[in-house]
């Protein structure tokens, strides 16, 4: 029963994951993994999201302490996001797995200059019934706003169909630098 809860949580979880239309798959950046003290039973892990075949230039580096949990880390890109001056956006989700799926993005939104900017962390549950999802959207994805970036909390028909996307927050996007936000409480109807 514990393998079938697992199975149905993990197919829930992917299906939540790729909803977002635009971020697809991409061999552009990887992860580089180092165990930072092998003595104990669960080392930590520190992960670095590096550019393919350039190991040496690191975008971001963050610690996995909860390697007994841990389960994998997803990356994809969202080209031309519509933002002056950023050519892309890369998303690194990692995932826990326990009795729910536990997912951590990070996004990276990428200038023309190769300078990064980072977004504040997203966190996700995803149980057997979950409905919900928060996520970055940006410009040229659906119901993105122009020179905006909106952190949203999606809610679901059923895995994959918009029941309708409620705004937390909304980042102006003005002369490559993110300028204040806003609060609401929606930004679409059903």
């Not at 610690?63 to 997803?74: A, C, G, Y």
């Not at 990692?94 to 939104?109: G, N, R, T």
């Not at 980072?118 to 040229?140: A, G």
């Amino acid at each position: 029963m514990k393998k079938l809860a697992i199975i149905i949580i993990l197919f829930q979880s992917f299906q939540f994951i790729h909803a977002q239309k635009g971020f697809s798959e991409t061999q552009k950046y990887i992860v580089t993994t180092e165990i930072s003290d092998q003595g104990q039973d669960y080392p930590a892990y520190v992960v670095n999201l590096v550019r393919a075949g350039e190991s040496s230039d690191i975008i971001s580096t963050l610690t996995i302490s909860d390697t007994e949990l841990f389960e994998d880390i997803f990356i994809t890109t969202l080209e031309n996001p519509g933002l002056e001056g950023i050519s892309e956006v890369i998303k690194m989700e990692v995932e826990y797995l326990a009795c729910c799926a536990h997912v951590e993005s990070y996004y990276f939104m990428v200038g023309e200059n190769n300078d990064v900017i980072e977004l504040p962390e997203l966190k996700n549950v995803y149980c057997e019934n979950s409905d919900t999802d928060h996520q970055y959207i940006f410009p040229n994805q659906e119901y993105g706003i122009a020179g905006n970036i909106l952190r949203t909390q999606t809610f679901y028909k059923n895995t994959s169909d918009i029941k309708y996307v409620n705004l937390k927050q909304s980042f102006a996007w003005n002369d490559n630098t993110t300028v204040g936000f806003s609060k609401a409480t929606a930004i679409t109807g059903y």
